[in-house]
């Protein structure tokens, strides 16, 4: 997937749902943990050195899973490259369960299945399609049936 630095480099500077200094080993073989700051912004993981203020790198939190590891470490691993993980510390098994959490919400696809369960209730109960006063009802990313890449 194509990105435009200054258009990612804006995107890192919103606010973050979630964000905290964190141990961080990259995929490569012999790469060692560092310290970065890690903010959640949308559905990119960026990480900062933490004397700078643009950052090292991003995750783009798509067709990837997300696993504790151990009580206090996860790993976030591409679904086409699961052999390469990135693994990142926390001070605590509970913030390393606020990440993982935070991180699988974090996907679209999540957010896409969420909506498609909520309008499956909203329909039982109302008898309505929440979406047809968008205009947006009939469309391929919003019918169950319909699979994404």
């Given at each position: 997937m194509?990105?435009?630095?200054?258009?990612?480099?804006?995107?890192s500077?919103?606010?973050s749902e979630k964000?905290?200094?964190?141990?961080?080993r990259?995929p490569k073989?012999?790469d060692?943990?560092k310290?970065r700051?890690v903010?959640?912004?949308?559905?990119?993981?960026?990480?900062?050195?933490?004397?700078?203020?643009?950052p090292?790198?991003?995750?783009?939190?798509?067709?990837?899973?997300?696993e504790?590891?151990?009580p206090?470490?996860?790993?976030?691993?591409?679904?086409d490259?699961s052999?390469?993980?990135?693994?990142?510390?926390?001070?605590?098994?509970?913030?390393?369960q606020?990440?993982v959490?935070?991180?699988?919400?974090?996907s679209?696809?999540?957010?896409r299945?969420s909506l498609?369960?909520y309008?499956?209730?909203?329909?039982?109960?109302t008898?309505k399609?929440?979406?047809?006063?968008?205009?947006?009802?009939?469309?391929?990313?919003?019918?169950?049936?319909?699979q994404?890449?």
């Amino acid at each position: 997937m194509r990105f435009n630095e200054k258009e990612l480099l804006c995107i890192s500077k919103q606010p973050s749902e979630k964000a905290a200094e964190l141990g961080m080993r990259g995929p490569k073989k012999g790469d060692v943990v560092k310290r970065r700051l890690v903010k959640l912004v949308i559905n990119f993981l960026f990480y900062f050195r933490t004397d700078e203020e643009e950052p090292a790198g991003a995750l783009l939190l798509e067709q990837c899973k997300v696993e504790q590891e151990e009580p206090m470490a996860f790993s976030v691993a591409f679904l086409d490259e699961s052999e390469k993980k990135y693994l990142f510390e926390c001070e605590s098994s509970e913030q390393c369960q606020e990440w993982v959490e935070s991180l699988t919400r974090a996907s679209y696809e999540f957010m896409r299945r969420s909506l498609m369960f909520y309008r499956s209730e909203i329909h039982k109960l109302t008898g309505k399609d929440p979406l047809e006063q968008y205009g947006i009802s009939e469309e391929a990313r919003f019918q169950v049936s319909s699979q994404r890449p």
